[in-house]
């Protein structure tokens, strides 16, 4: 083994820049490429390009519960799960304003973020919610459910508007 005391990061030109002192803000550059499966949640996404959302339903006819999230295997009884088509129908059951967030989203900010609740669904499910300002949300608010017209796959081709009678 050797122990060197005097041992040195290599130093280079390159630095940080910095925008602001007090606070400290500096600036940052991250990117990566990432392949990766969406395996048993395939047909999540998958079912996104027909307008539909699926989450997933207990086999156990005894427990039967339902989850807004899909899921392999019910968290109440351990019993598998099959999908189950969500209603593209809710209400709003909790709601948040961002003002920050992920070097994708930064953009965006503010935006919000809702938690869907649907008639017979035992779990809550969570989106994105435009086409209203901060002052008109509130608990209850019904919404419906939207799709990107050209999907990217994520969780985020799903969001929710204000769903007002016409």
């Known amino acids: 083994m050797t122990l060197n005391p005097n041992a040195k990061m290599e130093e280079t030109q390159k630095g940080t820049e910095v925008y602001n002192v007090d606070p400290l803000i500096v600036k940052s550059h991250y990117e990566i490429d990432y392949i990766h499966s969406y395996a048993q949640d395939s047909e999540f996404f998958r079912a996104m390009g027909k307008k539909k959302i699926m989450g997933s339903k207990c086999k156990n006819r005894d427990c039967g519960y339902v989850y807004a999230t899909p899921r392999g ?4 009884c351990g019993s598998e799960t099959e999908w189950h088509e969500l209603p593209n129908h809710g209400k709003i059951h909790a709601f948040t304003t961002c003002y920050l967030g992920s070097e994708e989203f930064l953009p965006e900010t503010p ?9 017979g669904v035992n779990s809550l499910f969570m989106a994105r919610l435009i086409g209203a300002d901060e002052e ?6 019904p919404v419906r459910a939207k799709f990107r017209r050209n999907l990217r796959f994520s969780p985020t081709d799903v969001y929710f508007v204000p769903d007002v009678p016409k």
């Open 111 to 119: 935006f919000h973020l809702i938690m869907v609740e649907f008639d």
């Open 136 to 141: 008109d949300l509130h608990i209850g608010m």
């Open 73 to 76: 295997h019910c968290m109440m």
